[in-house]
C-alpha cells in the first residue's frame, strides 16, 4: 500500500501533530468568509510553498491534485455560465490552497501520532460501551484487511478466469461478501481467544 | 459493541476501500460503461450489515482516511479529502448507510431484491445526494441547484450500483442466509 506519509527529519516532521491540525483547523476557517482572488491565490501559494519547502519528493505529490482538474473545471465553468467567473476562480483556488495544505499535514504526520491526537476526542463513546481502544484496534484491523481481502479478490478472480477465461467483475462481489464473513467469524474467534475487544480506556 | 460485531465494522471499512482499489468494472447493464465500484460500498455497508454497523463501518473507513491512509478510489487520502469539493459525498456515506440499514431492516419480512434495491436506492442515492450536494454548494459557493447539476453526472453510475447492491445481496441470502446481518433476528 502506498502510504500518504512521507518519512523525513523535516522541519514539519518535528512540529507537534496537535499544533499542525489546530493551524489546518483556523486557516480553514479564516479561508470561508474571504472570496477575493488575491487571498485565495495567496493559500495557493502557501500550499505550493510548503510542499516546495519540504523537498523534492514532497513537491511530486502536487500531481495527487489531478485527478480533480476535470471535476474543478466543471464547477468554474458552471460559476462563469452564471455570470461570475471571479466568484468561481476563487472557489476553485480556495479548494485548492486547502487541499494542498491538508495534504502537507497528512505528508509530514504518522498515523499513530494522529491517533494520539484524536483519542481524547473519542473518550466519549467510552458511555456507549465503546474504548478508545477498540477503536485503536478496529483501525489495525482495516489496515490489515485491506491487503488480504485484496489477495482474496484476487483469489476468485484467478479462479474465474481459470472457468471462463474473462475477468470476473461485478460477478465477483457476492462470493466476496460470502467469504469476507468467513473470515469475520474466524478473526472475532481469534479474537475472543486472545481475551476480546479491549474494555479499558487506557492504554 | 461486542467482538464479532467490530471485527464485521473493520470488515465492511475494508471491502470499501478494496472496491476502490478495483479495476473499473464494466458493466453490461451500462453498456459497458466502466464505473469505479467503491461508492458501493456505502450501500453494501448498509444493506449487508444493518443502520447501526453499517454507519459504524463508514465512520470508521473515514477515520482510517483523516489519519493519512490512501483508501479511496485511485489511492486518495489523508486530511485533503476532507477539504475537496466531493467532500459532502464522503460525510454522506456514513447517513446512507445508515439510512440503506434501516429501510433493510424495516422490510425485513419482503424478499431481499426488492428490499435491498429500495434500500440502496434510498440510502445510496436519495440521502447520500442530499448530502454531496450540500456539501458540494457549500465548498465552491454555487447554488444548490447548479451543485444538483453538476452531481447529476454521477446519478446514472449510481442507479447501476444500487442494482448490484440488490443483485448481491439476494445472491448472498440465497448462498449464506447468514451473512445477511441486517435480517438476523
Known amino acids: ?203 | 459493541m461486542n467482538d464479532r460485531s467490530l471485527v464485521q465494522v473493520a470488515l465492511y471499512a475494508a471491502i470499501f476501500a478494496v472496491l476502490g482499489l478495483l479495476p473499473k468494472f464494466d458493466i453490461p447493464l451500462a453498456g459497458g460503461v466502466p464505473i469505479t465500484a467503491q461508492s458501493m460500498g456505502a450501500m453494501l455497508a448498509g444493506v449487508m450489515l444493518g443502520p447501526v454497523r453499517g454507519a459504524a463501518a463508514m465512520l470508521l473507513l473515514l477515520l482510517v482516511v483523516a489519519l493519512g491512509a490512501p483508501l479511496l478510489a485511485g489511492g486518495r487520502g489523508g486530511l485533503a479529502v476532507f477539504y475537496g469539493p466531493s467532500v459532502g459525498f464522503i460525510v454522506g456515506w456514513v447517513a446512507a448507510a445508515f439510512v440503506a440499514g434501516a429501510v433493510m431492516r424495516a422490510l425485513r419480512t419482503q424478499p431481499v431484491f426488492p428490499a435491498a434495491l429500495l434500500a440502496a436506492v434510498l440510502g445510496g442515492i436519495v440521502v447520500l445526494y442530499a448530502f454531496g450536494i450540500a456539501g458540494l454548494a457549500m465548498m465552491t459557493k454555487l447554488s444548490v441547484l447548479d451543485a444538483a447539476k453538476a452531481s447529476l453526472i454521477f446519478l446514472p453510475g449510481d442507479t447501476i450500483k444500487a442494482v448490484l447492491v440488490a443483485l448481491v445481496a439476494q445472491t448472498v441470502a440465497r448462498g449464506f442466509p447468514e451473512a445477511l446481518l441486517s435480517r438476523a433476528p
Not at chain 1, 3 to 29: D, E, I, N
Not at chain 1, 46 to 74: E, N, S, T, Y
Not at chain 1, 142 to 159: H, Y
Not at chain 1, 176 to 196: N, P, Y
Open chain 1, 1 to 203: 500500500m502506498i502510504a500518504l506519509y512521507l518519512p523525513g527529519p523535516s522541519w514539519a516532521h518535528r512540529l507537534p501533530a496537535a499544533f499542525k491540525l489546530g493551524v489546518l483547523a483556523a486557516v480553514s476557517l479564516l479561508a470561508v468568509p474571504f472570496s477575493g482572488l488575491a487571498p485565495m491565490a495567496g493559500l495557493v501559494a502557501a500550499g505550493l510553498a510548503v510542499h516546495a519547502a519540504l523537498g523534492r519528493q514532497a513537491w511530486r505529490r502536487v500531481a495527487l491534485l489531478r485527478p480533480l482538474v476535470p471535476l474543478l473545471a466543471i464547477l468554474f465553468g458552471l460559476h462563469w455560465w452564471n455570470g461570475d467567473p471571479g466568484l468561481g476562480a476563487s472557489a476553485v483556488l480556495r479548494l485548492i490552497g486547502m487541499m494542498l495544505l491538508a495534504n502537507a499535514l497528512t505528508m509530514t504526520t504518522r498515523m499513530d501520532q494522529m491517533m494520539d491526537v484524536i483519542e481524547p476526542l473519542l473518550r466519549p463513546l467510552g458511555w456507549l460501551g465503546l474504548s478508545p481502544r477498540a477503536v485503536a484496534l478496529a483501525v489495525a484491523m482495516v489496515i490489515r484487511f485491506v491487503p488480504l481481502l485484496f489477495g482474496l479478490w484476487e483469489a476468485l478472480n484467478e479462479a474465474h478466469k481459470a472457468r471462463t477465461g474473462r475477468r470476473g467483475g461485478w460477478r465477483l462481489l457476492a462470493p466476496f461478501c460470502i467469504q469476507t464473513l468467513r473470515l469475520s467469524h474466524h478473526t472475532a474467534e481469534a479474537l475472543a481467544a486472545r481475551g476480546g475487544t479491549p474494555k479499558g480506556a487506557r492504554r
